[in-house]
């Protein structure tokens, strides 16, 4: 320990809870400074709140933060402005009619009147505009910037506050490729005149693009500190997934039928104009489950939206049952009826309507069934009596149809959902997510009641971030990288590693 | 010369008739552009029209008068916003419990403590503002056109009404080339963006509450103190709701606000002059059918005339920390 320069930040020990959740458990990390170092980790595990401690939105629970050796205490978004620490947020801390220039001074404008202020940040902005190629119109309303100007002026936000260390969360999640890379000659630049940056993403090819190290987190809980030219996305992705004990999954072999949901080029422009699915192809068959294997944010969502008829594919075909569908049949209430149901990923958000009761959420989308009421009626008795046996059989707990969607564990809720779509005999089952957020006990009634389907003889695809789940209940796995289906395996021949390559998007393995 | 007599009279009654609505609309201004939603206006200038009655009558000092009508909005305000900013209540909600609070609360203390029907004494002398002449107004009034409009329609008002116009000008120079302004504007748009640039966001909506407050006091004062002699219950008849409507008019904005509130002002002032009048084709227009007439503009300038208005995107919701 002689005069090796202290890191540039240096978190020891931190952890914060909400509630009973625990999004960080003793996590450590040191950044050096003048290097990018990124966070990677899988939605949820815990990255995000751990730079809003130290950028100061949340107060740690426990932990400490050094900057550059110093022990400080980050209670606030100024203290962390102070320390020189700045942060450019994936939803961007922008007042979008105002100016630029506004934007920039706003919290740090150098005196009660602006006249001053506004005149200093313009010559500012100019300097640090010719410094690192960031133009930008002082005068414009920040509103009508295009989303990558709109970063542009969150990062010069956060370099005219003095910021020695950066934080960008996921800014790559708003931006188009082409923007991206310039973002990343900007970070260059920045680490060049002597900046720290970290960066969080959960995209490996970031990682291995800019960074120097990088530090992984899942659940909560940091996982591993590489230098970035020694490891490889294949060993990053399976640290971000984690082995764990393997759920055991009793299933008998497949008895594979006759296709019924066939896809052949389909993908999909969403309005940033960014693919974010890519000619993608796939046939289920009766009785099979087909898994989708991928990083989060790598096309899955959008491929459980196109086939459940949510959004419409830019090209491409889908055949159900051996018949085209054509625009008008693609939406989810036709579908429904052609026997193809969904099981969101985001229960709370597409799945349930949480301030209704359970009774009334067991009949969404079904509520013109003359079973739940005559003509435009509904009839209370009949909703609840539904809802109490599809209750029962699946075992949700508490046994109550009028209690509050919201006030059910997640795993009960879920079981809500699958009970909803199960009980109407589908033909095709997608099923986003299904055990995101359920305790383990609900996991293995899940994943029960899916085999059971499957050997029952309905197709179904499977979406989760789980590549365990996705190994242990798949009869064929698909691997999405980039919106595009990298390859594509028969469960029994598969394990992680390979997974893993097909996933980072290293292509397909000589046959 | 005739015609100038009568738009120079009609122009200051118009102003007159203003002030109110132009105090409100400048409080509901700066407590909605900081994000507070408040329908209250209405309330804390009735209770300020009584404070300040109450208070001019026993001190015998228009000033002291103000000085409490002002206290008292304030205190209604910061009512408004300790339910609105700290707890995060509905805003709506807590306007109109503030509207009632204050209609029910100035009958009934004055009943208890004047037992005149709710009114309170009747105010003379200094204990009432005084109509203040400008420099030069009597040597002016020869001028053609500028003079009697100087003298008459300008000149010749009490000292609130100067005061709101300065209010008007300090508005529209501190939103505009303040820090606190800027600030201001930033936290009705986007709070986030204003905490984690290091600002307190209950600070800076508190004391837009208070700004709000003292002047629903100014112009409720205005009311009592100077417009009338004394408090009359329900005397503020929905000005404050006027006063909403002008914010929103003027696509809350401080210059476009006083043209909103003089708008209403004519309409008011015509509807007075109106009053009695034989109208050609029509005959004698019964006098509610008048006086309705600016309670149906504001309808209509709402509903019909406004084109996009587009509020502060945060106003009515309450801050909370959260990703």
Partial sequence: MTDAPPPAIALIGISKAFGPVKANKDVSLAVAAGSIHGIVGENGAGKSTLMSILYGFYEADAGEIRVRGEPRRIRSSSDAIAAGIGMVHQHFMLVEPLSVVENIVLGAEGGALLKRGIARARAELARLSQEYGLAIDPDAIVGELSVGLQQRVEVLKALYRGAQVLILDEPTAVLTPAEADQLFELLRALKAQGKTVILITHKLREIMAVTDRVSVMRRGEMVAHVETN????????????????????????????????????????????????????????????????????????????????????????????????????????????????????????????????????????????PAFGPGPFLSPARIERHARAAMQDYDVRPLDPDLKTAKFSGGNQQKIVLAREIERAPKVLLVGQPTRGVDIGAIEFIHRRLIALRDAGVAILLVSVELEEVMALSDRILALCGGRITGEREAAATDERDLGLLMAGVSERAA | ????????????????????????????????????????????????????????????????????????????????????????????????????????????????????????????????????????????????????????????????????????????????HTRFGLRLRAVGENPAAVDTAGVSVAGLRYAAVVICGALCGLGGSYLAVSQSAGFLPQMTAGKGFIALAAVIFANWRPVPVLFACLLFGLLEAIAIRLQGVVLPGIGQVPVQAIQALPYVMTVVLLAGFIGKATPPKASGLPYVKER
Wanted: glycine share 12%; hydrophobic share 50%.
């Fill in chain 2, 1 to 176: 010369m005739e015609l100038v007599q009568t738009l120079a009279v009609i122009l200051d009654s118009t102003i007159r008739l203003s002030i109110p609505l132009l105090c409100a609309a400048l409080a509901g201004l700066w407590s909605e552009r900081s994000g507070v939603v408040d329908i209250g206006l209405e309330g804390k200038m009735l209770i300020a029209a009584f404070a300040s009655a109450a208070v001019a009558h026993h001190s015998g000092s228009a000033w002291t008068g103000l000085g409490a009508g002002m206290l008292a909005a304030v205190a209604l305000a910061l009512v408004h916003g300790f339910s609105a900013i700290t707890w995060r209540g509905n805003q709506i909600v807590s306007g109109v419990a503030i509207n009632m609070l204050a209609a029910g609360l100035t009958v009934i203390l004055g009943n208890a403590w004047y037992g005149q029907g709710g009114r309170t004494p009747t105010l003379e002398g200094p204990a009432r503002f005084a109509e203040l002449d400008l420099p030069l107004a009597g040597t002016l009034k020869e001028v053609p056109v500028i003079g009697p409009i100087y003298d008459i329609a300008i000149s010749g008002h009490a000292a609130p009404v100067y005061l709101a116009v300065l209010a008007l000008v300090l508005t529209a120079f501190t939103l505009k």
């Fill in chain 1, 230 to 369: 020694r490891t490889s996305p294949a060993e990053l992705a399976e640290a971000m997934v984690g082995r764990r004990v393997l759920l055991r999954v009793e299933k008998a072999p497949r008895k594979r039928g006759a296709p019924v949901l066939e896809a052949a080029g389909l993908s999909v422009v969403d309005e940033r104009g960014c693919e974010t699915l890519r000619d993608a192809s796939l046939t289920l068959h009766e009785g099979e489950i087909v898994g989708i294997a991928g990083v989060a944010g790598n096309g899955q969502s959008e491929l459980l939206d196109v086939l459940a008829g949510l959004t419409q594919p830019t090209r491409g075909v889908i055949r159900l049952g051996g018949t085209i569908l054509g625009t008008a049949e693609r939406n989810p209430a036709h579908l429904r009826r052609l026997g193809l149901m969904h099981i969101p990923e985001d229960r709370q958000r597409t799945g349930l309507v949480t301030a209704f009761t359970a009774a009334e959420n067991a009949i969404l989308g079904y509520q013109d069934d």
